[in-house]
């Protein structure tokens, strides 16, 4: 089977896959490796992907839509069909870089808030393709921040835990219906 999923950019009416929001114990689980790339994790990655672009992201992780396992999609370019999107199995950042930069991020999982989040510049990642060949990565810039988001979500860790302020980003919460104490502070 190809590395490459064909799975069209364009919203479903009816997502096949449901995404869990903050305050849902699933989110904040470790997720367990895959051992072995089949058709039922192929089969996940396109619902995913499906999924993803149905909500306008650009990023998912399998824990967003309740699936305790170690795989992410990304598509920090979702307009563009020419470019894939990529599927990331059991993903491990090797290294990060020292240079960080602050940026706006949101989430699927925690929908209409966005907030500043620091984060390293560049990271280096490994991770397995859909044949099971394993990959190294380079990346900087929003696929760097996006990639470590998603890698976030498999170790039950969402991108308000790091908002660094907390003071800011509570009203935020409540005003969209979402409790503050869900939120797990990260350094």
């Known amino acids: 089977m190809a590395n490459q999923l064909q799975v069209p950019k364009q919203k479903l009416a009816k997502p096949p896959l449901a995404i869990h929001t903050l305050g849902d114990r699933v989110l904040r689980q470790g997720s367990k490796q895959i051992s072995g790339i089949n058709d039922e994790v192929r089969k996940l990655a396109q619902q995913m992907l499906q999924t993803m672009y149905s909500a306008d992201g650009i990023g998912l992780a399998a824990p967003q839509v309740g699936v305790n396992k170690r ?3 990304v598509d920090i370019d979702p307009e563009n069909a020419a470019r894939p999107p990529l599927v990331l199995i059991n993903p491990l950042i090797k290294q990060f870089s020292s240079d960080l930069a602050v940026d706006q991020e949101g989430c699927l999982s925690v929908p209409s808030i966005y907030a500043d ?3 390293p510049e560049r990271v280096v990642a490994t991770y397995r393709d859909l044949n099971g060949r394993p990959v190294t990565l380079e990346a900087t810039g929003l696929l760097a ?21 907390q003071i800011a980003l509570a009203p935020q919460l409540v005003e969209k219906g979402f409790a503050v104490r869900d939120v797990q502070v990260r350094a």
């Open 117 to 119: 989040v620091r984060r």
């Open 71 to 73: 795989m992410i999609v």
């Open 145 to 165: 921040r996006c990639i470590q988001h998603e890698i976030d979500h498999l170790d039950g860790v969402l991108f308000v835990d790091r908002v660094e302020n």
